[in-house]
C-alpha cells in the first residue's frame, strides 16, 4: 500500500493549512496512523497520531490546541487541520500507518511503530 500526502505550501504565520494522507488500497486498514515532520538540520519528530479504529488522538505538546488529526474512514483518509501556524512548524510533514495492534498509545510517537510511510509535503510558515 502507499499512502499519499499532500496539502502542504507556503502560508504567513498565524495561517492554516490542511493536510491530507490517503492510502492507495481502499481495503488497507490500519491499527494508528500518524504525522511526522523534519525540520531542516533536524531530526524527524512525531507531531500527531489517530487509531483508526477508536479515534482517539494523541499530540506533541507544541502543537497542543493548534493542530487537529482526523480521519474518514470512508474514503480511508487522514487529515492535519494546522491552525495558528508558526515559522518554527516549517518542516516536511510525512503521514505514517502502523499495522501491529500490539503497539499502545505509548509507543506512537515512534517513527518505529509504522509501517507505511508516505512521500512527505513541505509546509513552510513566513514570519
Known amino acids: 500500500v502507499q499512502l499519499q500526502a499532500c496539502g502542504g505550501g507556503l502560508v504567513q504565520a498565524g495561517g492554516s493549512l490542511r493536510l491530507s494522507c490517503a492510502a492507495s488500497?481502499?481495503?488497507?486498514?490500519?491499527?494508528?496512523m500518524g504525522w511526522f515532520r523534519q525540520a531542516p538540520g533536524k531530526e524527524r519528530e512525531f507531531v500527531a497520531a489517530?487509531?483508526?479504529?477508536?479515534?482517539?488522538?494523541y499530540y506533541t505538546d507544541s502543537v497542543k490546541g493548534r493542530f487537529t488529526i482526523s480521519r474518514d474512514m470512508a474514503k480511508n483518509t487522514m487529515y492535519l487541520q494546522m491552525n495558528l501556524l508558526k515559522p518554527e512548524d516549517t518542516a516536511v510533514y510525512s503521514c505514517?500507518?502502523?499495522?501491529?495492534?500490539?503497539?499502545?498509545?505509548?509507543?506512537?510517537?515512534?517513527?518505529?511503530?509504522?509501517?507505511?510511510w508516505g512521500r512527505g509535503t513541505l509546509v513552510t510558515v513566513s514570519s
Open positions: 488500497e481502499r481495503s488497507f486498514s490500519s491499527h494508528v
Open positions: 489517530i487509531m483508526w479504529i477508536s479515534g482517539n488522538t
Open positions: 505514517a500507518a502502523g499495522v501491529r495492534t500490539y503497539y499502545s498509545s505509548i509507543y506512537y510517537f515512534r517513527t518505529s511503530t509504522y509501517d507505511y
